[in-house]
C-alpha cells in the first residue's frame, strides 16, 4: 500500500506560518459551527450487473447524464439500479467539526440532529459539542469518480430560523457560546432558506450583546441555485450588515459562486477567479472563496489569488469534501494564513479526505507536507 507521503500531492505552494514552521495545531481554539446536519446514506450506481453479487459500478455523473438523456429522447422510462454502501451522520456542523476536533481544537456544533439527539450523532467521538436545533435531513448521496449526485429529504431545516434557535438551544447556551467562540462557522445557506434571518438577528440582536464576539465568521453559501434570484439578492444585504460586526468569509463551489454572481447579473465572467471579485464587489463581505477541482480562487480588498491544485486521479469519497476544504479555510485563518497559503491548506485538508475517507490529524498533515 502506498504510504500517505506518496499517495497524497499537495499544490506547489508553501504552507509555512510567519514563525517560519508550518502553521501550528489549533489545539487550545474554541470553535462554534451552526446550523445544519443530516444523515446521508451513500450509494454507488449500477451500470452493468454481472452477477448476484457482482456489478460493474457507474464511473461518472457524465455517463448517468447520458443514459438519462438518451432515454428522454426515445421518451422511454428509464430504471436504474443503486447499492446501498453506508450511512453516516452529515452536513457543514459534522464534517467540519470532524476535522477541526482530529486537528486538536475544541468544537461546538449546533444544527438539527434530532430531537432528542439521534444515536447515529449521539456516537460521534471527538473534542465536539452537540447542541440540537431540530430533526436531521435525510440524503441519498451517488457518488461517482468525478463528483456527487445528492437527492435531499428536508425537514426542520426548511423552517430553522432564529427564533427556533433561541426556543431550542436558549438565548443564554448560543451567547455564551459564541463568547468563548474564537472563530464561528455558519453553513448552508442553500439548505436553510431563512438563514439571511438568521444572519441579521445575529448582527442587531446577538452580538451587540457580546464584549467579545468571534474574531472572524465563514459562512457556506450551499447550493443557493435552489433559490431564486430575488431570494438571493435580498439575503446577501443580511451579509453585508453583518460584516460590519464581524469580517465575513463567503465560501462556495464554482457553481454556487457563479449562480451569486447571476442574480445579480447577466454577464459572462471570463474566469472563476473574475466571478469571484465580481461577487467580492457586490456584497462587500471581507473575502471570497471559491473552488472546484481546477481551480481555488479568492478575493479580498487588497489581493485576489489562484491556486491549480493536483487533478486526484483516484478519489476514494467525494461527499463531504467542500465541507472538510471549508474546514481546512477555518484551521488556516486561526492560523494566521493569508493568500496562496491559505488556499493551499484548505485544499490540503479536503485532498486528504478525497484520498483517504478520513479526516487527517495535524501530524499526519506536517508528514504529507513533509
Known amino acids: 500500500m502506498k504510504s500517505v507521503q506518496n499517495a497524497i500531492h499537495p499544490p506547489v505552494v508553501d504552507i509555512h506560518h510567519d514563525n517560519g514552521g508550518f502553521p501550528p495545531a489549533p489545539t487550545g481554539h474554541d470553535i462554534l459551527l451552526g446550523f445544519d446536519g443530516f444523515i446521508d446514506t451513500i450509494y454507488s450506481m449500477v451500470d452493468t450487473r454481472t452477477g448476484p453479487q457482482s456489478y460493474e459500478r457507474m464511473e461518472s455523473l457524465q455517463m448517468f447524464g447520458e443514459r438519462i438523456t438518451d432515454s428522454a429522447s426515445r421518451a422511454s422510462s428509464l430504471t436504474v439500479e443503486w447499492n446501498s454502501e453506508s450511512m453516516q451522520p452529515g452536513g457543514f456542523t459534522i464534517h467540519c467539526?470532524?476535522?477541526?476536533?482530529?486537528?486538536?481544537?475544541?468544537?461546538?456544533?449546533?444544527?438539527?440532529?434530532g430531537l432528542p439527539i439521534e444515536q447515529i450523532f449521539s456516537s460521534l467521538t471527538g473534542s465536539t459539542d452537540l447542541i440540537s436545533v431540530g430533526k436531521p435531513t435525510k440524503t441519498k448521496a451517488v457518488e461517482f469518480d468525478d463528483n456527487k449526485l445528492i437527492l435531499i429529504d428536508s425537514h426542520s431545516q426548511l423552517r430553522l430560523d432564529w427564533s427556533t434557535l433561541l426556543e431550542r438551544a436558549g438565548y443564554s447556551v448560543l451567547r455564551d457560546q459564541m463568547r468563548s467562540a474564537d472563530i464561528m462557522g455558519v453553513g448552508t445557506w442553500g439548505k436553510i432558506p431563512q438563514m439571511p434571518t438568521i444572519w441579521g438577528e445575529m448582527e442587531t440582536a446577538f452580538l451587540e450583546d457580546l464584549a467579545d464576539p468571534p474574531d472572524q465568521i465563514v459562512i457556506d453559501l450551499g447550493n443557493i441555485r435552489m433559490l431564486t434570484p430575488s431570494a438571493i439578492r435580498t439575503g446577501v444585504d443580511a451579509l453585508a450588515q453583518l460584516n460590519q460586526t464581524i469580517p465575513v468569509t463567503l465560501t462556495g463551489n464554482r457553481g454556487e459562486i457563479d449562480a451569486l454572481a447571476e442574480a445579480f447579473s447577466n454577464t459572462s465572467f471570463e474566469s472563476f477567479l473574475a466571478t469571484a471579485v465580481a461577487v467580492h464587489d457586490i456584497i462587500g463581505v471581507e473575502r471570497v472563496v471559491g473552488h472546484n477541482a481546477e481551480a481555488i480562487v479568492m478575493c479580498t480588498s487588497s489581493s485576489k489569488v489562484t491556486i491549480s491544485p493536483?487533478?486526484?486521479?483516484?478519489?476514494?469519497?467525494?461527499?463531504?469534501?467542500g465541507d472538510r476544504f471549508n474546514a481546512g479555510l477555518i484551521y488556516?485563518?486561526?492560523?494566521?494564513?493569508?493568500?496562496?497559503?491559505?488556499?493551499?491548506l484548505a485544499d490540503l485538508v479536503a485532498r486528504y479526505y478525497i484520498q483517504t475517507?478520513?479526516?487527517?490529524?495535524?501530524?499526519?498533515?506536517c508528514q504529507v507536507l513533509r
Open 97 to 113: 467539526g470532524d476535522v477541526l476536533a482530529a486537528l486538536g481544537a475544541d468544537v461546538v456544533q449546533v444544527g438539527t440532529y
Open 332 to 344: 488556516g485563518l486561526l492560523a494566521g494564513l493569508s493568500g496562496e497559503s491559505l488556499l493551499a
Open 310 to 321: 493536483p487533478k486526484i486521479s483516484a478519489p476514494t469519497r467525494l461527499l463531504s469534501a
Open 357 to 365: 475517507g478520513q479526516s487527517p490529524t495535524y501530524s499526519q498533515l
